[in-house]
């Protein structure tokens, strides 16, 4: 059984940088890891992804302020986001998809395992 827990959401000021965490347990490879987000009233959002193999997909509008990374050897997966801004507020969540790696474009359906996830608020 996979299991997912995020930590590492905070309230934060506009410009500054925060660092996500998401443990994974129960994970076999092949597997893929996404970052989503959802802010209040809006949908369920892709940020980026990353699989077993290190490949690394972006959702375009956080390509180069949001990096996903991932330390095998415990199962960790960070998100580091820099450059926050207002519009970054949301709750963050980790998913997994096992038996492939990621695919070209970062979508909900793909995912059958999900983190609880972990606020962030990024202030003006």
């Known amino acids: 059984q996979v299991q997912l827990a995020e930590s590492g959401g905070a309230s934060v000021q506009a410009g500054g940088s925060l660092r996500l965490s998401c443990v994974a347990t129960?994970?076999?490879?092949?597997?893929?890891i996404g970052w989503f987000r959802q802010a209040p009233g809006k949908a369920r959002e892709g940020v980026a992804t990353i699989d077993s193999d290190d490949d690394i997909t972006y959702d375009k509008s956080k390509r180069g302020r949001f990096i996903p990374s991932r330390d095998k050897a415990k199962n960790t997966f960070d998100l580091l986001m820099n450059d926050l801004r207002p519009e970054d507020t949301a709750t963050y969540v980790c998913a997994a998809r096992l038996g492939g790696y990621c695919y070209t474009l970062i979508q909900e359906p793909d995912f059958a395992y999900w983190g609880r996830g972990t606020q962030v608020t990024v202030s003006s």
């Open positions: 129960g994970l076999t490879i092949p597997y893929c």
